[in-house]
């Protein structure tokens, strides 16, 4: 018996594009289970974050609800973080529950921005990345 399941890490702009089109195109849905991974629950739509520091709109107005976004499209959700992934085995390890398995992986898990110390001022204050 062959194991399918489709892992999805990271609530990325690639991902979320790919959940938008089986959201419109179910055809295209793979007939296996599918999860996707995120330690956040929202997340900034990186297309609209340029919005966002132009004051033309809210922080807010930028997030993707991304659990809500994959119960529309029928996959599962797991908040949490990837703490390992053991490509060998085709398992992910997370930092606060059991590790599950994947048969295929797709990883688009964005970056973090580093602000420099000459800058947390201004971030903190909200004044860098007005909301």
Same mark, same amino acid.
């Given at each position: 018996?062959? /194991?399918?399941?489709?892992?999805?890490?990271?609530?990325?702009?690639?991902?979320?594009?790919?959940?938008?089109?089986?959201?419109?195109?179910?055809?295209?849905?793979?007939?296996?289970? =599918?999860?996707?991974?995120?330690?956040?629950?929202?997340?900034?739509?990186?297309?609209?974050?340029?919005?966002?520091?132009?004051?033309?709109?809210?922080?807010?107005?930028?997030? =993707?609800?991304?659990?809500?976004?994959?119960?529309?499209?029928? =996959?599962?959700?797991?908040?949490?973080?990837?703490?390992?992934?053991?490509?060998?085995?085709?398992?992910? =390890?997370?930092?606060?529950?059991?590790?599950?398995?994947?048969?295929?992986?797709?990883?688009?898990?964005?970056?973090?921005?580093?602000?420099?110390?000459? /800058?947390?001022?201004?971030?903190?204050?909200?004044?860098? /990345?007005?909301?």
């Amino acid at each position: 018996m062959t /194991f399918n399941h489709l892992v999805l890490v990271g609530g990325g702009h690639s991902n979320v594009l790919l959940m938008r089109k089986w959201l419109m195109q179910p055809n295209l849905m793979p007939n296996h289970p =599918i999860t996707i991974i995120s330690r956040d629950s929202h997340l900034v739509y990186s297309a609209k974050f340029p919005s966002v520091i132009a004051n033309l709109i809210s922080l807010e107005e930028s997030l =993707i609800d991304i659990a809500s976004f994959a119960k529309s499209v029928k =996959i599962a959700f797991i908040q949490e973080e990837v703490k390992n992934i053991e490509f060998k085995h085709n398992k992910i =390890i997370f930092k606060n529950r059991p590790a599950i398995s994947y048969s295929d992986l797709v990883i688009n898990c964005g970056s973090r921005t580093k602000v420099s110390k000459e /800058f947390e001022e201004l971030v903190q204050k909200k004044i860098a /990345f007005p909301h």
